[in-house]
């Protein structure tokens, strides 16, 4: 007699460069953004939301073609058969959002994002496919001085949210000076000016000799991999590190600027770099804030080609252990620039845009590694436990009494006894759990334990018999006095968790 074929489960698995999210790192990344957006709002900032998906020529660079329909995107097509992608940052639809909406804009206009973004890359250690940006963008202000106010802001942010003057520095360049020394080594090639750009891009990370060999003829990585090199010879790539070691010098942001006019000679787009260099650091001298927030760096190039004008990296300079072992400094958590040519796709028209987008998950790792995310745990409910079926109702006007009064609270809603209706309530991390059994009742009492002693308690505890008869962290009060006590006990343990 023949087997019957057993049907196949599917196997529970994540596809490659995804992840699932719990509820902590969701409450405490939810309340970092509150505070980064009320710094972006109480500089005159509003809320904007995009779709996750946009037409793939919406998107620039990363146009699938028929080759390579999802290179760099995650893309599809409709019924229409038009080329649909999952947005690859929040700028290109910012983009897209005031072309199709310019003539009722307010000029400049200028607006906050947050959300997720996707890319169909190679995922990594801590590299995923899908992650979360925070951008703020001036679009329609030409001046310096928009580009000036975004660093201000995006350090502004860095400080509410506990990162201390000298574990930061938000660094600055701008593009045209490096076009500028490119003129004048005779290197004016997009193509290779990207390379160049991804070159120096990488020089935190890998260090000045991969940078040399990546402005060259290319590297050959740890992995067996060949990058293919810009190509330059040897005075052109001493030229290009020259510019990019200006920083490395030390001094002041005119220091470094006078050092940059050097290199750039006599380009007139250098020269114009300059000059905005030049405008943006007189109003953050006027205002305060000095080099230790506000540094130039001609090492920051960013890797995206649609910038043109001044670009801004914030690192965060504490060290930290390396995959190797050895310590490092913690790095970039966000950047940006101007980018006046991406507007003029959809329109024709040239429109000056700058912004600064925040990696938010790699803040996240920064802050919680400062310790920094204690007031954003994930606050968890009172539990209400259910001795008594027959009286559920009961039980349910004990939550709403404490829902109405602002606390959360939640019934249990399971089939099983009071052993295991308290071990829920401490998986879930509960802070109290409310107990009334017939003999409460009849006494118009309820008991209310305090997981959060009982669980300090229990360490302390050699024996069953001795746990019986302490009953670690509860008490019983009059069943009118639930929320008043659920408050307090509530309040006492905020107040020694904040000591």
């Known amino acids: 007699m023949a087997k019957k074929n057993k049907p196949q489960r599917i196997k529970a698995r994540l596809p490659k460069g995804f992840r699932d999210i719990g509820a902590e790192e969701i409450a405490a990344t939810r309340a970092m953004l509150e505070a980064i957006r009320g710094v972006y709002e109480s500089y005159g900032f509003a809320p904007l939301e995009t779709p996750f998906i946009e037409y793939a ?39 897209r959002h005031v072309a199709q909406h310019y003539d009722h804009l307010p000029k400049p206009f200028r607006s906050l994002r947050a959300g997720w973004v996707f890319r169909n890359e190679k995922p ?51 593009r045209k000076i490096l076009d500028g020394v490119l003129e004048g ?31 060259g003829e290319g590297r050959l990585d740890e992995s067996g991999d060949f990058t293919r090199g810009a190509g330059l010879d040897a005075d052109q790539i001493g030229h290009v590190m020259a510019f990019v070691e200006a920083g490395l010098q030390g001094g002041s942001r005119a220091d470094i600027l006078a050092r940059l006019a050097r290199l750039v000679g006599g380009s007139e787009t250098g020269k114009a770099g300059i000059a905005e260099l030049e405008e943006m650091a007189a109003f953050l001298d006027a205002v305060g804030y000095g080099d230790d927030r506000i540094a130039f760096d001609p090492a920051v190039v960013r890797g995206l080609d649609y910038y043109t004008g001044p670009v801004f990296e914030a690192e965060l300079t504490f060290e930290i252990d390396g995959e190797d072992g050895n310590r490092v400094r913690f790095g970039s958590v966000g950047g940006g620039g101007r980018y006046d040519d991406l507007v003029a796709r959809f329109t024709g028209q040239s429109v000056p845009a700058t912004g600064f987008s925040v990696g938010v998950s790699r803040l996240y790792a920064a802050l919680r590694h400062l310790g920094k995310l204690a007031a954003a745990r994930q606050a968890a409910p009172v539990v209400v436990l259910v001795m008594d079926r027959q009286h559920v109702a009961g039980y349910w006007r004990m939550v709403e009494e404490l829902r109405a009064a602002g606390i959360m609270a939640e019934m249990y809603v399971g089939t099983s006894g009071l052993k295991a209706q308290m ?77």
């Open 423 to 499: 071990k829920y309530a401490d998986r879930r991390g509960a802070p109290l759990a409310v107990i009334e059994g017939e003999q409460e009742r009849e006494q118009g009492i309820v008991q209310i334990k305090d997981l959060v002693e009982g669980r300090r308690k229990a360490a302390a505890i050699a024996s069953r018999q001795e746990w019986v008869e302490s009953r670690p962290a509860q008490v019983a009060v009059p069943r009118g006095e639930l929320v008043g006590k659920v408050r307090e006990m509530l309040a006492a343990q905020a107040a020694e968790g904040g000591s």
């Open 57 to 95: 020529d919406a998107l620039g660079k990363f146009l699938p073609d028929d080759d390579r329909p999802n290179e760099g995107v995650f893309s599809f097509q409709d019924e229409d058969e038009q080329w649909l992608s999952l947005r690859y940052d929040l700028t290109a639809p910012l983009a």
């Open 124 to 174: 990594g250690p801590g590299r995923f496919r899908q992650f979360m940006q925070c951008d703020a963008d001036t679009v329609g202000s030409a001046s310096p001085l928009a580009d000036a106010e975004v660093c201000m802001m995006a350090t502004d942010a860095l400080e509410r949210l506990g990162i201390a003057r000298g574990d930061y520095v938000l660094r600055v360049n701008n």
């Open 185 to 215: 080594i005779g290197q004016a090639d997009a193509t290779a000016r990207l390379t160049i750009l991804r070159a120096i891009d990488k020089l935190d990370r890998l260090g000045a000799d991969a940078v040399r060999a990546l402005l």
